[in-house]
């Protein structure tokens, strides 16, 4: 192959996408090469880094998401942000954070500034707590738990972080870990799956 200015690599396919994505202008998925090896591409839209770039580039193609430190089994996305569940039962998200919907304490965008993916991504404190499912609503994200119960974070106009109140849950350090209180769905009773609205 002769290239006179850019080449690309050469295409590798997966063997599966396993699950596919969208937002608002942006798509990702979780591509399997083999049972050791997954993989998180993003493509579309990227003014607030939701494709986890480390820019505000849009790409028309796949481009892959460094999480770093272990698999991703799982993706979500809301309007402008992705949660990924990994091996590990850690979460990490990226894009915007508005509301506290990356639940890292704070609402500066990740993904749209280098040294902010990867080992720099911190996961969502969820506690002493291991999730088993991610799923992300416009502007919320939500983990089920592996004991059943669901922990939320993120805009809350409507209900949707389960606290009672209207307030953002996940804007401030103090709001999550053991203080992000799981919601009891009563006794003897427990989520086995979840989906997030808007």
Not at 92 to 107: E, I, P, Y
Not at 132 to 152: F, I, M, P, Q, Y
């Amino acid at each position: 192959m002769r290239c006179l200015f850019l080449c690309a690599p050469p295409l590798v396919l997966a063997t599966v996408v396993e699950q596919r994505t969208q937002g608002v202008g942006f798509h990702c998925a979780l591509l399997r090469f083999n049972a050791q090896r997954t993989e998180l591409s993003c493509w579309g839209q990227n003014d607030k880094g939701q494709l986890g770039q480390g820019d505000t580039m849009p790409r028309p193609t796949q481009q892959a998401v460094v999480l770093l430190g272990s698999q991703a089994v799982q993706i979500s996305s809301g309007a402008y942000h992705s949660c990924a569940l990994l091996e590990t039962g850690q979460v990490k998200c990226w894009g915007a954070n508005n509301r506290g919907q990356l639940g890292l304490g704070d609402s500066a965008n990740r993904g749209d500034d280098p040294k902010e993916m990867g080992d720099w991504l911190s996961p969502v404190s969820l506690g002493n707590c291991k999730a088993v499912e991610v799923r992300v609503g416009t502007e919320h994200s939500c983990a089920r738990l592996e004991d059943g119960r669901v922990k939320c974070w993120g805009g809350n106009g409507q209900g949707q972080a389960l606290t009672g109140g209207p307030a953002s849950i996940g804007l401030w350090p103090w709001e999550l870990g053991e203080a992000l209180v799981p919601e009891s769905l009563g006794t003897n009773r427990r989520a086995i799956s979840l989906l997030a609205g808007s």
